[in-house]
């Protein structure tokens, strides 16, 4: 099956139309369960929805990350790989953006980093299949969030991302940064820091993964936080891309955003409902298909 652009998708990631996440990937994740003995509690069944939710406490962030990190994973792959075809310009327009050259990313809520493993975990394993070109691309990537322990694995988990797809042109740079959305002090802090240390970058990419439980529950208190992010890229060359599963909360989300972004001139106008899709995906540790969904509520390119 092709991709967006002019290869192929690799039946280790998408055969029989369910996806499949990259082996190293698969590696990188088992690795970190097994050093945190929680690889018997992936493998076993997993907790109610309702149940499990990313916090700012110890046991709530590693719930998520035991049974949700390849949930979170695999929607940004579908993302990009675009098997059916619903997100053609998204997926073509990432894997241009990521194709050479310099780019900045501003990746919130990063959480355990279950996004950004993914989006460039995927551009690897495209590119060491000659799906697409194979350019030297360097990425400098900033991560906000509010859980410490959160973080922790994040920065546990780039330098092992990072022996990867170096192998295959991607040189990757990060830092982390204690971010609560609800405060605009702290907002304003992380996009100086982020533009900081993006010296020299030639776009500006920002991937908003899974933020509607917090964005619904705490509107009030982070639209603020929202917009300054938006107004502080007036005059850079730039992607918003925001992704989330398809839940109810994420189409009310959409509809206070649009009343949000009203209010700043250089933005587009978000006439266009939000994009989803649903598809079938392979758990790597209990070999049991799932469903996934993906709702791509909001993407700006300019």
Avoid at 107 to 115: F, Q
Avoid at 192 to 215: K, M, P, Q, R, T
Wanted: aromatic residues 10%.
């Amino acid at each position: 099956m092709k991709d967006s652009q002019n290869g192929t998708i690799p039946r280790n990631l998408w055969s029989q139309s369910v996806i499949h996440l990259p082996p190293n990937l698969i590696r990188i994740y088992k690795d970190a369960l097994l050093s945190r003995n929680l690889f018997v509690d992936a493998c076993g069944p997993s907790p109610e929805e309702s149940d499990i939710i990313g916090g700012d406490s110890d046991s709530a962030t590693i719930k998520y990350f035991t049974h949700r990190f390849a949930t979170s994973a695999v929607r940004l792959e579908y993302l990009v790989l675009n098997p059916i075809k619903q997100f053609d310009k998204i997926a073509s327009d990432l894997l241009t953006s990521l194709t050479d050259g310099k780019i900045t990313i501003l990746d919130i809520p990063c959480g355990s980093g279950a996004g950004i493993l993914s989006l460039l975990g995927t551009i690897a394993e495209l590119r060491s299949q000659r799906c697409i070109v194979q350019l030297p691309v360097s990425i400098c990537i900033t991560g906000g969030d509010y859980s410490n322990n959160a973080l922790e694995i994040y920065n546990s988990l780039l330098p092992e991302l990072n022996v990867w797809v170096q192998q295959y042109g991607i040189n990757i740079s990060w830092n982390t940064h204690d971010w609560d959305a609800t405060r605009p002090d702290s907002t304003a802090q992380l996009i100086d820091n982020w533009f900081n240390s993006a010296s020299g970058e030639e776009e500006y990419l920002v991937l908003i993964n899974a933020f509607s439980g917090a964005g619904n529950r705490d509107f009030d208190s982070i639209q603020r936080s929202i917009q300054h992010i938006t107004e502080r890229l007036y005059n850079k060359s730039c992607t918003i891309v925001w992704v989330e599963p398809s839940w109810g909360e994420s189409q009310s989300l959409f509809k206070k955003l649009k009343k949000l972004f009203e209010k700043i001139s250089w933005f587009p106008s978000l006439d266009k409902e939000p994009i989803g899709s649903k598809f079938k995906w392979m758990h790597p540790f209990k070999r049991e298909t799932y469903n996934g969904s993906i709702l791509v509520k909001e993407y700006i390119r300019r």
